[in-house]
């Protein structure tokens, strides 16, 4: 079990945790933080590393908090505004280091090209604040949506307290039209499989 000393300072840690998360959520639900609150208020309110991912575009180290867990109720939102983007349910065990989700909510999360690595990648953002969640993958035929949303676990919170997202309706955002948004000379009737291989879809790993 441990010294007394060692556990209390377990138990200070994760009390002080607690009380940070709390602040969080408290500024969310005064503020509704989107894309246009300043970075000023970013940086008072995230921790360093969620600020890095979040703001920066940094990418958390592997096995962060919700990788390897798969809960059977509630949903995961924005750790910046709290927009609500995954039901538990499209969380699955991709093996890559890193939540994954195979599905977001409709219109929760906006996807842009990521020219920062070779091959190109394509980035996922939070609808509601433009917070970086990662990247998204298809043509790896893991799921029935054929994607795999590699999501940073700072950039997003489980809520799972008595919340039921099921009203809202569900999508993948590598349709044809949605690329079509994004990337130069996509014919909106090409295939899935054929847009992976021209950007590198489905070949890499966040």
Request: hydrophobic share 35%; with cysteine.
């Amino acid at each position: 079990m441990g010294s007394p000393e060692l556990r209390a300072r377990v138990e200070a840690i994760l009390a002080d945790r607690a009380a940070r998360r709390r602040r969080l959520l408290e500024w969310q639900q005064a503020t509704r933080p989107n894309k246009m609150t300043s970075d000023a208020e970013w940086k008072a309110f995230l921790e360093p590393l969620e600020y890095e991912v979040l703001r920066q575009k940094g990418t958390e180290p592997r096995g962060g908090e919700y990788d390897g867990i798969y809960p059977a109720e509630g949903y995961f939102s924005c750790r910046g505004c709290g927009l609500p983007l995954y039901s538990a349910a499209a969380k699955f065990k991709s093996g890559c280091g890193w939540p994954a989700f195979d599905k977001c909510y409709v219109d929760a999360v906006d996807i842009w090209v990521d020219r920062s690595l070779d091959p190109v990648r394509i980035e996922i953002t939070c609808a509601g604040c433009g917070g970086h969640l990662g990247h998204v993958f298809a043509g790896e035929r893991m799921t029935p949506t054929n994607e795999r949303h590699c999501v940073n676990s700072v950039s997003i919170l489980r809520v799972n307290e008595g919340a039921s997202m099921d009203h809202l309706l569900e999508e993948g955002v590598t349709s044809m039209r949605k690329l079509a948004k994004i990337l130069p000379n996509v014919n909106a009737t090409a295939d899935v499989g054929e847009i992976a291989s021209r950007t590198g879809l489905g070949e890499v790993f966040e």
